[in-house]
């Protein structure tokens, strides 16, 4: 079967709006409330400003620079036993993604100009999935 641009366009159009779909029928909830657990809540839900306040709380005592404290919290922080530029990454938050995956240590960054996706894995409506940072 040859593949046109149209199909790869089609494909990838599909895949990015299954992805959020995906996203959108996902709730977070803390499973304690420590600072690292917070900053894995915030990323996973798109929410760029709440994991950038996170972020200074986590890693600001130790660096200043921002750039630094992602590379810090990458390197340190687990959640759900995935690190957190992956994490952010399988639940398609894309704005906590592409920030933390620009500044994350080479090692945990995500080329992401090159997706695959199961489309055949899908959770059900309303899934709750419990985080915890270790």
Excluded: W
Excluded at 64 to 75: C, F, I, K, P, S
Excluded at 113 to 126: C, F, H, M, Q, R
Aim: glycine residues 2%; hydrophobic residues 40%; positive net charge.
């Amino acid at each position: 079967m040859k593949i046109t641009p149209l199909t790869l366009g089609s494909l990838l159009t599909t895949s990015l709006f299954c992805l959020n779909s995906m996203a959108a029928n996902v709730t977070f909830v803390a499973k304690d409330n420590s600072i690292a657990t917070k900053l894995c809540v915030h990323a996973v839900s798109n929410n760029l400003s709440a994991t950038k306040t996170y972020l200074r709380r986590v890693a600001g005592n130790v660096v200043r620079d921002q750039g630094a404290q992602v590379h810090l919290a990458t390197e340190q922080i687990k959640c759900n036993n995935t690190n957190l530029v992956e994490f952010t990454a399988q639940y398609g938050a894309d704005n906590t993604f592409n920030y933390l995956n620009r500044r994350a240590s080479s090692k945990y960054r995500i080329d992401n100009n090159v997706e695959i996706i199961d489309l055949s894995k899908t959770l059900a409506p309303n899934t709750v999935i419990v985080v915890s940072a270790n």
